[in-house]
């Protein structure tokens, strides 16, 4: 069985920094590519950041700010994120795709994505 779980949403104020974590079951992420998408009060979901092997791609909203990285020992993936603004301000999902051993840049639409975790709410206040 397939499993993300999110972490590490809260609470914080513009400028600060929080990492998010989206810990994988039922698969590996060294054969996925993941990502991360967000959902703000009365908007569509949104990409923000996924990576596929050692290529990453980023919303142009958070390029510069976000960083996403991953740890396949602990197969988990993260979200750092620096200077925040209260448009960031949204619930953030992790999602993932079968990408295998060869990998180009990863796929930046939802609909690309078979697995979803259940989200973590991120609230940046100014």
């Known amino acids: 069985q397939v499993q993300l779980v999110e972490s590490g949403g809260g609470l914080v104020q513009a400028g600060d920094s929080l990492r998010l974590s989206c810990a994988a079951s039922?698969?590996?992420?060294?054969?996925?590519?993941m990502g991360w998408f967000r959902q703000a009060p009365g908007k569509e979901r949104e990409f923000v950041a996924a990576r596929s092997g050692g290529n990453t791609g980023y919303a142009d909203s958070v390029k510069g700010r976000f960083t996403i990285s991953r740890d396949n020992a602990k197969n988990t993936v993260y979200l750092e994120m620096n200077n925040l603004k209260p448009e960031d301000t949204a619930v953030y999902y992790c999602a993932a795709y079968y990408s295998g051993r060869y990998q180009d840049s990863p796929k930046t639409s939802e609909l690309e994505y078979d697995y979803w975790g259940q989200g973590t709410q991120v609230t940046v206040s100014s």
């Open positions: 039922g698969l590996s992420v060294s054969f996925y590519a």
